[in-house]
């Protein structure tokens, strides 16, 4: 470096705006061939709009590239190996709105500058409408057009080829250009979010951490039963959080009722407050949204409440906080679609959609449930049943025709006979005809089976559909899954429309899982605004439901791995056995699911299970565990299948006593072998007898 250094020497540039731009495009290009250190093209760029005849640039023997404005005295300074920017005058960020103005390209590209300098992030507007002394001149505007269109170019990634493509990106850009849309140079930022929730939020952090001009729009629609909520989307606010602290209180109540008193304890008369709970829930869900809004600020992402509609591929309308009235366009150079999905109610039962509630009320429902019909077999179905019955509601389950469809099905069953066992009633192949509400207002509802019955609550959780309402997708063509309403993307989380991205729940085919759509969302931003090379990976995702019994699972279940890979090729090491601390107590079954005076204790509460394939070395494809903490057990479990671990690592891996977990460590009976795989000692995942 010092070499090349020493062959520029000291560098005085003071010539005209035409000379000093092509000095500083040939000192970019020197430094590209001679040095292995690359200076930064949006850099130059910068210099290069922001000088004048007053101005000069000096490149010292310590790699920094000092530019000085004569003309308000300002010195700056950036070093070339270190990536840093430091000014000797703070006051020329307020002074000379042009040039602050004018650093759109400096400030995407530099993230020191960006984060350490409040007021040049904050005021990098588009330089075409922002700058007069600049557009004065029509050779450094010309100039600006041209960098613009190629710096789009220099920070996109679009679909993880180096840029290889850009050239048809920069025509693209140019024919939009000339097709009247929206100016290149007069974005009004660089990457718009529509929704706040875990996928749009870490992928508008991410963006703007690496240098973007972000936007974030995020508006709730209340539900049909007009429940609303705030920033943080479906996860904070109507799903895992709420979810989990719920399960966490009905978990509670489990074991106040069945086990404490055999442990000791005598705790009287024990019962629940609904309203208590909710506040609890929801005064932590608002001190969320509440911190959501300060990260959002402190990441120096734009944050409007307002409802968005896409305009065309660069501009988006948006309705301040839903209001109809107040519209607003805004340009983004790129936009990401982030609005989740919804529940959804069949439209052909009768009352359903007036009567019902989803998962989207229950968690700030005024009045506590009551007796509760759930409908669906999803894990949002099975979770809300599960704490419902916990918490000691009556509670029962109408299922269409198998539970926890997708998941592996011994495990499925296995969380469903638990829930009967704790008294929750699964009305099989049986669903809901129509809905009406009695003067008392509780509901009646008549089943398929021609049987009727009354209701508190009737909450349906019968799968969630992609949340488009109102984009205006159809009119940009961007290509859809018309069953879902879910947006189709490419492996880059790109749609039909180069411009336009989609990730988290709304894309077709991604888990709707929180933390997919974080990585998702993460990713994208890094390949568009830090010329990362990454893509999602969507293998081996793990996942835990938090039914009474708990269920964690990560990759292959034992239906998709046989018509995956065929049955002779797979082989499924298991065990079913009973947790140390319930079995200790005996916990007894509910009364309802007890068949005589004999049948008391609940059966085995665990089952682990690993799916491998034989001809590779009985490499493990599939993890599964039934039991408590399922969430804790399958995370990490989850590092090892996707390090590919093999049975035979199991085998040589020494277990934790006594844990539930440990139990994947002693696997030795296999599926195929006929044998009963009901652990024959007592002392949950061990092998202490
Ligand atoms: C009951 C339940 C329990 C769950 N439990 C878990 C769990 O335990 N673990 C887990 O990983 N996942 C869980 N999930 C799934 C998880 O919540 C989602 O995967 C995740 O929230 C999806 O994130 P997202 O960013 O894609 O969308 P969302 O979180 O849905 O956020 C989208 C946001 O966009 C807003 N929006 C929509 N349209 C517009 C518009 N036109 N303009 C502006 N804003 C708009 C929405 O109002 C919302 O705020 C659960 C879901 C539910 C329903």
């Not at 290009?29 to 690359?38: A, I, L, T």
């Not at 049987?451 to 009119?475: F, P, S």
């Not at 964690?552 to 140390?580: D, H, M, P, R, W």
Request: charged share 20%; aromatic share 10%; proline share 2%.
């Amino acid at each position: 470096m010092h070499n090349v250094l020493a062959g520029f020497g000291f560098m005085l540039i003071r010539q005209s705006q035409k000379t000093s731009y092509n000095s500083i495009k040939q000192l970019n290009s020197n430094f590209e061939k001679k040095s292995s250190y690359f200076l930064n093209i949006h850099f130059l760029n910068f210099l290069s709009l922001s000088l004048n005849t007053q101005s000069k640039i000096i490149l010292n023997k310590k790699n920094n590239i000092i530019f000085y404005n004569n003309k308000s005295l300002n010195n700056y300074k950036y070093n070339i190996i270190n990536k840093s920017f430091s000014s000797s005058n703070k006051s020329f960020s307020s002074s000379n709105k042009s040039y602050s103005s004018s650093n759109k390209s400096y400030s995407s590209s530099n993230k020191s500058y960006s984060s350490s300098n409040k007021s040049y992030s904050s005021s990098n507007k588009s330089y075409s409408s922002s700058n007069k002394s600049y557009s004065s001149s029509n050779y450094i505007k010309k100039m600006s057009n041209e960098i613009n269109v190629k710096k789009n170019c220099d920070h996109i990634n679009l679909r993880g080829e180096n840029c290889s493509t850009c050239n048809n990106i920069i025509e693209n850009k140019t024919n939009q250009l000339n097709n009247g849309f929206a100016n290149t140079c007069s974005y009004d930022y660089d990457y718009i979010v529509i929704g706040g929730g875990p996928g749009g939020m870490a992928s508008a952090k991410e963006a703007a951490a690496n240098g973007a001009k972000v936007l974030l729009l995020d508006f709730v629609k209340p539900s049909n039963q007009g429940t609303k909520w705030g920033l943080g989307g479906t996860c904070v606010n109507v799903g895992c959080v709420p979810k989990k602290l719920m399960h966490y209180a009905g978990h509670m109540g489990s074991l106040f009722k069945l086990d404490s008193g055999p442990y000791g304890w005598e705790l009287g008369q024990i019962k629940h407050d609904w309203d208590k709970l909710v506040n609890t829930v929801q005064s932590h869900i608002h001190s969320l949204n509440f911190s959501y809004t300060v990260g959002l600020r402190s990441s120096k992402v734009k944050y409007i409440n307002g409802l968005a509609k896409l305009k065309n591929m660069n501009t988006v309308t948006y309705y301040l906080k839903g209001d109809k009235t107040k519209e607003v366009d805004v340009t983004g150079k790129y936009i990401l679609i982030a609005t989740g999905c919804r529940p959804n109610i069949p439209e052909d039962v009768e009352g359903a959609k007036e009567l019902s509630i989803t998962s989207d009320d229950i968690f700030s429902l005024k009045k506590a449930p009551g007796k509760t019909l759930v409908v669906g077999a999803s894990y949002v179905a099975l979770e809300c049943a599960g704490f419902l019955n916990s918490l000691g509601y009556d509670v029962s389950v109408a299922v269409r025709s198998i539970v926890l469809r997708g998941f592996d099905q011994q495990c499925a069953n296995k969380v469903k006979t638990f829930m009967i066992e704790q008294g929750v009633l699964f009305l099989d192949g049986i669903l809901p005809k129509k809905l009406t509400k009695e003067t008392n207002g509780q509901i009646k509802v008549l089943f398929s089976n021609g049987n009727t019955e009354i209701y508190d609550t009737v909450l349906y959780a019968t799968g969630r559909k992609g949340d488009i309402e109102g984009l205006n997708l159809q009119a940009l063509n961007i290509n859809m899954d018309k069953n879902s309403n879910k947006i189709i993307t490419d492996k880059y989380s790109c749609t039909n429309i180069t411009s336009i991205f989609a990730v988290g729940d709304v894309s077709f085919k991604c888990p709707e899982l929180a933390p997919v759509c974080i990585k998702a969302g993460e990713i994208l931003a890094r390949r568009l605004f830090k010329k990362s090379n990454e893509i999602m990976d969507y293998t081996y995702i793990p996942t835990a439901i938090y039914t009474p019994i708990e269920y964690g699972s990560c990759g292959y279940s034992e239906e998709s791995a046989y018509a995956t890979f065929g049955k002779e090729n797979v082989e499924i090491y298991l065990q079913e056995f009973n947790n140390l601390e319930i079995s200790a107590v005996h916990r007894k079954k509910h009364k309802k699911a007890q068949k005589d005076d004999f049948d008391i204790d609940i059966g085995s509460t665990c089952l682990s299970k690993l799916i491998c394939l034989k001809n590779q070395e009985n490499i493990v494809i599939g993890f599964h565990y039934v039991g408590p903490n399922a969430g804790e057990v399958t995370q990490g479990m989850a590092l090892a299948i996707k390090l590919k671990v093999k049975k035979s690592d199991f085998d040589t891996c020494v277990g934790i006593h006594p844990t539930d977990a440990e139990s994947f460590m002693n696997l030795t009976i296999t599926l195929s072998s006929g044998l009963s795989f009901a652990a024959k000692g007592g002392c949950g995942g061990g092998k202490c007898g």
